[in-house]
């Protein structure tokens, strides 16, 4: 099937169900993005910032692009002027410099915090533990430039669904309490970002508001490596 078909295969299944569907357009090309675009597709997500910059120039303006991998402080500057939403905030040093670019760029910036939810050594995030302690902090009070609308969580990459869904099922209790215990005024406090291709549909039954989808919308990827913008 082709980039366009499974869009729109896709958003009848997905935004049926009111969930959001961010099409993960990292390592492909920009005529990828176009076809996507050109099949109704609004939201993208990339975890290169220079890959990102450069997509966005060329791309029309109506897209709301999402960082979704590790963002390191020193790039946020790239990202500020244009980013609809940060879902891989890991700190509160990285929450405290997209504050500090937001300022500069008179915005306030929507971010989700990346909670560690999965089995593995490898995976970027905040503890449960950590979430409560950042929230708690008075550095986090200070912020008015940005704005925490949700947590976002990558599960374990295992064939045990019975484990993937335990893992998701625990980060949508864990967005209950801390809704309730720091945003229950917030109605922008609503958002899950969980679920990839291979894992979407567990995601979905156990309460995600955004999946995140590249290889089954693009297809495989190839790996490739940027250069660092500096
Ligand atoms: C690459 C990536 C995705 C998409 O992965 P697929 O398995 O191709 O759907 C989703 N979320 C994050 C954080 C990613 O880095």
Same mark, same amino acid.
């Given at each position: 099937?082709?980039?366009?078909?499974?869009?729109?295969?896709?958003?009848?299944?997905?935004?049926?169900?009111?969930?959001?569907?961010?099409?993960?357009?990292?390592?492909?090309?920009?005529?990828?993005?176009?076809?996507?675009?050109?099949?109704?597709?609004?939201?993208?997500?990339?975890?290169?910032?220079?890959?990102?910059?450069?997509?966005? &120039?060329?791309?029309?303006?109506?897209?709301?692009?999402?960082?979704?991998?590790?963002?390191?402080?020193?790039? =946020?500057?790239?990202?500020?002027?244009?980013?609809?939403? @940060?879902?891989?905030?890991?700190?509160?040093?990285?929450?405290?410099?997209?504050?500090?670019?937001?300022?500069?760029?008179?915005?306030? @910036?929507?971010?989700?915090?990346?909670?560690? @939810?999965?089995?593995?050594?490898?995976?970027?995030?905040?503890?449960?533990? &950590? =979430?409560?302690?950042?929230?708690?902090? &008075?550095?986090?009070?200070?912020?008015?430039?940005?704005?925490?609308?949700?947590?976002?969580?990558?599960?374990?990459?295992?064939?045990?669904?019975?484990?993937?869904?335990?893992?998701?099922?625990?980060?949508?209790?864990?967005?209950?309490?801390?809704?309730?215990?720091?945003?229950?005024?917030?109605?922008?406090?609503?958002?899950?970002?969980?679920?990839?291709?291979?894992?979407?549909?567990?995601?979905?039954?156990?309460?995600?508001?955004?999946?995140?989808?590249?290889?089954?919308?693009?297809?495989?990827?190839?790996?490739?490596?940027?250069?660092?913008?500096?």
């Amino acid at each position: 099937m082709s980039i366009a078909d499974n869009i729109k295969k896709l958003k009848a299944e997905i935004e049926l169900v009111n969930v959001q569907l961010i099409a993960v357009s990292k390592t492909k090309p920009v005529e990828d993005v176009e076809e996507a675009y050109a099949a109704g597709q609004r939201i993208f997500g990339e975890n290169q910032v220079q890959e990102m910059v450069e997509k966005y &120039e060329k791309l029309p303006k109506d897209i709301k692009w999402h960082q979704i991998g590790h963002l390191q402080t020193n790039k =946020v500057k790239y990202i500020a002027p244009f980013i609809s939403l @940060i879902e891989s905030v890991d700190s509160l040093k990285l929450l405290q410099e997209i504050n500090k670019q937001a300022l500069k760029h008179n915005r306030i @910036i929507d971010c989700l915090l990346q909670v560690y @939810i999965a089995d593995e050594e490898t995976k970027f995030g905040l503890s449960f533990d &950590e =979430v409560i302690e950042l929230l708690r902090s &008075e550095e986090f009070a200070e912020l008015k430039n940005v704005r925490i609308t949700g947590l976002m969580g990558i599960a374990t990459n295992t064939e045990s669904e019975k484990q993937i869904k335990e893992e998701f099922y625990e980060l949508r209790i864990f967005f209950s309490g801390i809704k309730q215990s720091f945003f229950r005024k917030e109605d922008s406090f609503k958002e899950i970002s969980m679920g990839m291709s291979s894992d979407y549909k567990i995601a979905i039954e156990e309460g995600s508001t955004m999946v995140r989808l590249g290889s089954t919308i693009f297809g495989q990827r190839v790996i490739k490596h940027y250069k660092n913008l500096e």
